[in-house]
């Protein structure tokens, strides 16, 4: 199917689709999670000869993964609360100013255009968490396919297509198409209200820089490349070395080190680095070479850990073969002095040991960070250092960890993903979990508008018995 069709559709199916209720869009996204789930043995194996990504464990509990998030959507629309109800009563004595009857609720931006991942095939690609949570809303959606996995992205697609089609949904709610080229024009139409996009800093910053171009700029959510630091107070190295060493390297070759909360820099005290060191040596010889994604992934890599280990400062300290796991290694004051050519990301199995001499000299590392996904701290409260790493780690990351490790982004109603700048263009919104519905939402307020012509959930008293704060106070 063509851009212009599939375009074209999404702004006929605009309106109509705005105006479903929650009921039959839950039941869609649930029709959705069926179908997907019934694919299965047709989709994983599909998956794994796209991907490399083996079958067992990893693409069939991804794809339960994005059939549960789909779910979990449709239970939180249902619930009302995501659109935030918020009604003022008249009030000519209120101390602001004279107070007009004003309901506020949050609306459909309209077409979103939603760019698929390469690491994560089911999850964050033509049926993930972008796509669940802009049709949750009521968003028509036009999804950019990832070349990775172009059979498996046609594939899903007719099968989303199919589920929301048999649930009553209008006609262009949904489509998917390919191309570089029609990923730009995609981003540039003007039919296009939104956009998201999962992927590297590359890639995310020319799309939003597209974004901001036009005559009518759009928000555009880009979730891209972060290194994830992981910070270790002295007493939680003599404690527990050996856990701590076993936790990261199990967290920075997961999946191939292909997940973007990959931690790729971990800072622990000088004293101790020699035997942290030799637990994360001893912890990484029982790992083998995985593929990676594909052969430009692959070539990317190997140039992006080219550039680390011929870097002045840095150490080898396990030198993987090809794309088996490695271990490099500096010193705090040489990252400090060349963090713009060492905070970068290595997408895939590699990872950095970063020996620091004091706690301030650990503060002035964490300063070094301006925006990532995540950040972990492993010490204990009677580390003095751990509270100031804390409060500026909150300042720098979407995700802050305490004795964890940031791989395993679970959906759920509390859950960050995103950060500031350069994680994600757009610090203000998550990626995952239920609150990601807000990125495809915007406010508006109607004034002393007669009853007829109000929204139903806005009306006097609340014929959906969503929750509402009516004049401060929260009720059903």
Known sequence: M???????????????????????????????????????????????????????PRLYAELERTTFQLRLLAETIVEGGYLSVTLDSPDTCWPAGGRADLRRMLVPVGPVAVFAASNFPFAFSVAGGDTAAALAVGCPVVLKANPGHPLLSDRVGELVTGALAQAGLPDGVFGVVHGIDEGRALVLDPRIKAGAFTGSLRGGRALFDLACSRPEPIPFHAEMGSVNPVFVTASAVRERAEGIAEGYVGSYTLGAGQFCTKPGLVFVPSAEAADFESHVAAALAGHVAAPLLNDGIAGRYAEGLDALRSHPAVRVLVAGEGVAPTLLGCDAADFLAARSELLVECFGPTSMVVRYSSADELVACARAFTGELTAAVHGSLADDEVEPLVALLTERVGRVLWNGWPTGVSVTYAMQHGGPYPATTMPGHTSVGTTALRRFLRPVVYQNMPQALLPEVLRDGNPLGVPRRVDGVLSR
């Open 2 to 56: 063509s851009l212009e069709t599939v375009l074209t559709g999404a702004a006929a199916a605009r309106a109509p689709f705005a105006a479903t209720t929650a009921d039959l869009r839950a039941a869609a996204l649930r029709r959705v999670a069926d179908v997907l789930d019934g694919a299965a043995g047709e989709l994983v194996p599909l998956a794994h000869r796209e991907t490399n990504l083996q079958e067992q």
